[in-house]
């Protein structure tokens, strides 16, 4: 079993809705989240950053971490064809080297 | 810009060939980091380092090597010993504390002739 399980989708949408995204994990130790979005063959961009557990809000994103169920989400709130992208879980303990443990990633389709 | 450089951006392999990506950073990070993509998978730590002159192995280092003569730049060579090279090639950096974000280049694909 891998350490952070996350739906490969793909997750389609029609433009304005909210995109629902989750990861799963199973190291306790994990104290700082991220979400990354990738387009195809370019380098992931760092979207949401949130240390333990809680919720974090920068414009259309919310990030949620609920560290005792080992569960964290993303929404993308007034979706946009722009918005279709690859998205990259991650999460770090924080030790020496700031190793990052990434899920396979969500593809989402935003159609106009 | 600030900003991580990685070319080339295609590279291909021929049988028993070494060949070396490159990646320069003008971020002023001290850490330096080398992952590989396979298609639908997540990315997998090959090596890193938080110091010039010094680096440790990732997860999947067998058939992969790494040098850091300076603070800007961090090449990876994948050499013949490693058997399935072809992947989407990612370098990243970030300061040394703990929990630091990790910023990332624009990648390298590597295809096998």
């Known amino acids: 079993q891998k350490e952070v399980e996350q739906d490969p989708g793909p997750l389609s949408v029609p433009e304005g809705a909210i995109v629902s995204l989750n990861c799963t994990y199973s190291?306790?130790?994990?104290?700082?989240f991220m979400w990354y979005r990738q387009y195809s063959r370019k380098g992931p961009e760092l979207l949401m950053y949130?240390?333990?557990?809680g919720n974090k809000e920068d414009g259309r994103f919310t990030a949620q971490v609920d560290k005792s169920s080992k569960y964290i989400s993303l929404f993308i709130r007034d979706s946009q064809p722009s918005d279709s992208a690859t998205y990259l879980c991650?999460?770090?303990?924080?030790?020496?080297?700031?190793?990052?443990?990434f899920g396979g990633g969500t593809r989402v389709l935003v159609k106009p | 810009d600030g900003g991580i450089t990685q070319s080339p951006k295609y590279l291909f392999r021929k049988e028993g060939q070494n060949v070396t990506l490159s990646c320069e950073q003008n971020?002023?990070?001290?850490?330096m980091y080398w992952y590989r993509q396979d298609p639908g998978q997540g990315l997998r730590l090959i090596y890193y380092?938080?110091?010039?002159?010094?680096?440790q192995k990732g997860d999947i280092a067998e058939g992969y090597s790494v040098s850091r003569e300076k603070k800007e730049s961090f090449p990876l060579t994948v050499t013949s010993a490693q058997k399935n090279p072809t992947a989407f090639y990612l370098c990243?950096?970030?300061?040394?504390?703990?929990?630091?974000?990790?910023?990332f280049g624009s990648g390298t694909q590597l295809s096998v002739l």
């Open positions: 990243a950096s970030s300061n040394t504390g703990v929990g630091e974000k990790l910023f």
């Open positions: 190291n306790s130790a994990f104290q700082y």
């Open positions: 949130t240390y333990s557990s």
């Open positions: 991650a999460m770090s303990a924080g030790a020496a080297g700031n190793k990052l443990t």
């Open positions: 971020l002023n990070h001290d850490a």
């Open positions: 380092s938080q110091i010039v002159n010094d680096f």
